[in-house]
């Protein structure tokens, strides 16, 4: 059950984030409220996650997987440039998430 409050959370973060990039520097007052309440939801949901996993898990995944999605859909949906090197990049985002996870578990 932790691990799916762990989704949902960084679901809500990205909502927030790509929320915030559509307000327009906090002009667009729907925009506005959806990233309020997509970072409040998802710091909830964060906080039942950590009920069951490491901080340090916990963490990692929440704002490595945040971090490469939001990446994703900068390019796929809101015409910032991509490249090879930037998905080698978002690669090495998800590797570390993934290395941090596996020797959390290992200790």
């Known amino acids: 059950m932790h691990w799916l409050f762990m989704i949902a959370a960084i679901c809500f973060e990205v909502v927030g ?45 929440w704002s490595g997987l945040g971090t490469a999605l939001v990446a994703v859909i900068g390019m796929a949906a809101l015409g910032e440039p991509a490249s090879a090197l930037r998905f080698a990049c978002i690669a090495l985002i998800i590797t570390g998430v993934v290395g941090l996870y596996l020797v959390d578990r290992a200790v």
């Open 17 to 61: 984030t790509v929320s915030l990039k559509l307000s327009m520097g906090f002009t667009k007052p729907l925009f506005v409220v959806v990233t309020v309440v997509g970072y409040m939801a998802s710091l909830g949901l964060l906080g039942l996650a950590l009920k069951g996993i490491p901080v340090s898990a916990a963490y990692a995944v």
